[in-house]
């Protein structure tokens, strides 16, 4: 497995990206105690299209679009479905608490760019191109930069299911 160190507020990012913004559907809570003021900071989403697909009954393939304005963070969190994450602009640091996801970086001048695995600890920067896969993934989501990140997420989860679910006792945001 590949390490990458990154700054911690990255990952914050992409948690509030997912799990804050109207549209992305319901967010659950796991875990007790006193929640942090809010999960989600600086980050908006928007859901662009969703449907159940014909080739996984029971299931709703949804796309997202999330802006992590500067400063923009999502606490740990996970989604009860799979993901594939691919940033347009901007830079994200995404940090892994359980689980592992396999990231795809950029192709440069036509070579496709390597392939890394993170798992708990992990973190990194993903920069305008890259992508990554998870699945069962605890993390969180960062924009540490000077700039809005945005990033598309497509989704597939069973039907009725939150998109997000924080951990750590964090509080339920309003949609």
Do not use: K
Request: negative net charge; charged residues 15%; glycine residues 14%.
């Amino acid at each position: 497995m590949s390490r990458a160190t990154v700054p911690v507020p990255v990952l914050a990012i992409i948690l509030v990206l997912v799990g804050s913004v109207a549209g992305l559907g319901s967010i659950a809570r796991a875990g007790q105690g006193s929640p942090p003021a809010t999960p989600i900071v600086g980050v908006t989403a928007s859901l662009l299209g969703a449907g159940p697909p014909e080739a996984a009954p029971g299931h709703e393939l949804a796309l997202r679009r999330l802006v992590f304005e500067p400063g923009g963070s999502i606490a740990d969190h996970h989604h009860p479905g799979a993901l594939v994450l691919s940033i347009e602009s901007g830079a994200l640091t995404y940090a892994v608490v359980e689980g592992e996801v396999e990231v795809r970086r950029a192709p440069r001048d036509g070579t496709p760019g390597p392939t890394d695995r993170l798992g708990p600890g992990d973190e990194t920067v993903l920069h305008p191109g890259d992508a990554l896969f998870e699945q069962g993934v605890s993390h969180s989501a960062r924009n540490d930069g000077d700039e809005p990140t945005v990033v598309w997420v497509s989704s597939v989860m069973e039907g009725g299911q939150p998109f997000t679910v924080f951990h750590g006792g964090t509080g339920t945001p309003a949609p």
